[in-house]
Structure formats: C-alpha cells, structure tokens
C-alpha cells in the first residue's frame, strides 16, 4: 500500500525515520528557532490585524476560525480554549472546520495566507488557517 501525502509539502524533514533520536530533536529545536524570527517581519501586519479585529469587536462582533484538517482543528481548539482562558463568552470566538468552507466562501479567504476578510457583514472577523499550499483549491 502506498502512502500520498495530502497535508504537507516535500521539505528537508521528509525522512524523520531514519534519524536519531538527538537528531530529531536538534532538528525540532532548529526549527523553533525560525518562529520569533518570522513573527518579527509580520508584526506591522499583525498590530494593524489585532486593531481591526479588536474594533470590531467592541461594536459587538465575533471571530469565526475556519480551516479544514489540522489547520481547522487548530482554529477549533483556539476558539474553545477562549472562554476559560480569557473569561469570553461562549460563541464570541467560533471554529469552524470543513473543507468546503473554502468553496462556500467563493474564493473570499486567500488558502495560503493568514489574514481578516472584511466582507459586507461589518462586525465578523474570518481568520483562515494558514494551510501548506498543497491543498486542492
């Protein structure tokens, strides 16, 4: 039986078997290095992201994570975790998971970048789950 990856493009990680297990590790500590990095070039766009989303939910609006496999089941968790961490109520921050939340939106959230779409519903925030690219538009 052969195995097709749907969820994860080719990287230098595709033979995680066949390494030790200090590789493993240097590996996943290297990785985590890049993250504070990468924040650091997108803070202007996530200080103009949180400022929007933060306006339009003191006028009464709500956050809606839509996403499909991890990604959805990521936004599912964060929306879950809201309200015993932050003290919200319960349907303030919404997750959604499906894959044709991509096709019933029409093309309104962008499959490869994190971002608020602002449609005519002037008090909803959409935040779209980064995917990997590698799913099927």
Not at 5 to 20: A, F, P, R, W
Not at 76 to 89: L, R
């Amino acid at each position: 039986m052969s195995f097709n990856k749907t969820t994860e493009s080719n990287s230098k990680y595709n033979h995680l078997e066949k390494m030790t297990v200090k590789e493993l590790l240097v590996n996943i500590n290297n990785e985590d290095k890049t993250v504070p990095l990468a924040i650091e070039k997108v803070i202007p766009v996530i200080e103009s992201l949180v400022i929007d989303i933060v306006a339009r939910m003191k006028r009464g609006g709500r956050i809606f994570y839509m996403g499909a496999g991890t990604s959805g089941r990521v936004g599912i968790v964060d929306a879950s975790e809201c309200p015993p961490t932050f003290g919200v109520p319960h349907g303030l921050v919404v997750g959604i998971i499906a894959y044709s939340v991509y096709h019933l939106l029409n093309g309104m959230i962008d499959n490869y970048t994190l971002q608020v779409q602002k449609t005519n519903l002037e008090f909803v925030n959409l935040i779209q789950r980064p995917s990997n690219g590698n799913q099927t538009k």
